[in-house]
């Protein structure tokens, strides 16, 4: 049975997707619905997969210090979230605790290698949280493939990654720097093991990201496909759309009612 990982920060305006605001109609506040939402749908995905869920958070002294108000409790704020998308059953078998490490690279590979090593699971992934169109059968899909493959990535713009599965480590040291995809791939490479790819998926931090996100959203619910349920609705009841201009030529914007 594989662990997965998703990588939580409190849900605080500023904090989570800070580039939203300046290049969006969202306000910080809407931006931070926003994260809540995506988050939601992927607790929720692993919850109701064959895997078991671990919400990996960061903790206030990780943070930088504009995001740590007065009273801040990184900690509660993500259990918060976390009771409010799972039903009681679910629950009992969550596991939320605090990441470790210095940097992205650092903390995904001391998660990854504890669980692997210390634990003994049959396999670890993490999952970034801002990847909201990965359903539960695609958690189950990369599950499969782990039984075939060491690792299995999961590639996300601009040479990034959305998950990361493992059966055995790798040398983990700036694996996560830019181009993710590529390093942690040679990673693998060098240890021997083989590697398989998820379908691509954008992770949602940018304008174009967001516009790519609604336009699919609203595009699946008209054809009665699945969606994430927590994001669809977010972007209902904001009223997110993405609006075309005069012309075939013309760049999209996104229009909040």
């Known amino acids: 049975m594989t662990v997965v990982a998703v990588l939580v920060d409190p849900p605080r305006d500023g904090l989570v997707l800070p580039d939203l605001p300046a290049e969006t109609p969202l306000s910080a506040a809407e931006a931070t619905r926003l994260y809540e939402a995506m988050v939601s749908d992927l607790l929720l995905a692993v919850a109701e997969s064959g895997g078991d869920l671990l919400v990996n958070y960061r903790s206030d002294d990780q943070l930088p210090d504009e995001h740590v108000p007065a009273g801040a409790d990184a900690e509660a704020e993500v259990r918060a979230l976390v009771a409010d998308v799972l039903d009681d059953d679910q629950l009992e078998d969550v596991r939320v605790e605090v990441q470790v490490g210095s940097s992205r690279s650092a903390r995904v590979g001391n998660t990854v290698t504890h669980l692997l090593e210390t634990e003994g699971v ?98 699946r619910r008209a054809a009665s496909r699945l969606v994430p349920a927590y994001t669809t609705a977010l972007v209902e009841d904001l009223g997110l759309r993405v609006e075309g201009g005069d012309g075939d030529s013309s760049e999209p914007t996104l229009t909040l009612e």
Do not use: C, W
């Open 122 to 219: 049959q396999s670890a992934a993490v999952l970034e949280p801002d990847a909201p169109t990965l359903l539960r059968k695609d958690v189950d899909s990369a599950a499969m493939k782990l039984r075939r493959s060491e690792v299995v990535l999961g590639p996300a713009d601009d040479g990034d990654i959305y998950f990361a599965g493992f059966t055995e480590p790798v040398d983990f040291e700036n694996a996560l720097s830019a181009p993710a995809l590529e390093n942690l791939n040679a990673r693998a490479v060098d240890a021997g093991h083989d590697v398989d790819f998820l379908p691509g998926r954008r992770r949602v931090e940018s304008a174009g990201a967001l516009r790519t996100l609604v336009s699919e959203l609203r595009a």
